[in-house]
């Protein structure tokens, strides 16, 4: 009974299935400034744990920072740019998130 409403199963499409995903567009990396003096209420960094290969974990506040974005940040002493390994957004707020960020290269800052 109202077997005309039921769906039939489908085969995949070959054609669709082992075409690949189009290329995300990629964008410049850009640098975000999280020193002291710019930090404050919206636009914040809190390291959590550096690992002994010297990727800092944190936490922070502000838009637009994806993954290949440099952070500029106060760390032991002085400034260095960070490059952003990973990072995850937070439903609520939605402009915390959560990074791991590699360390700059030697003679780099």
């Known amino acids: 009974m109202l077997n005309f409403l039921r769906r039939k199963p489908t085969r995949p499409d070959p054609v669709r299935a082992s075409a690949p ?3 995300k567009p990629v964008r410049e990396p850009r640098a975000f400034d999280y020193t002291s003096e710019r ?3 919206g636009h914040n960094i ?3 744990h550096v690992a002994e290969d010297g990727q800092v974990r ?3 506040w502000g838009d637009g920072i994806e993954e290949g974005d440099h952070l500029l940040i106060d760390y032991g ?3 260095q740019r960070f490059t952003v390994a990973e990072i995850e957004y937070h439903r609520d707020p939605p402009d915390m998130w959560a ?3 590699t360390p700059p290269t030697k ?3």
């Open 77 to 79: 002493g002085q400034r």
């Open 46 to 48: 809190v390291i959590h």
């Open 21 to 23: 995903e189009p290329p």
């Open 107 to 109: 003679g780099a800052n």
């Open 99 to 101: 990074a791991t960020l």
């Open 58 to 60: 944190v936490s922070g």
């Open 39 to 41: 930090c404050g209420w």
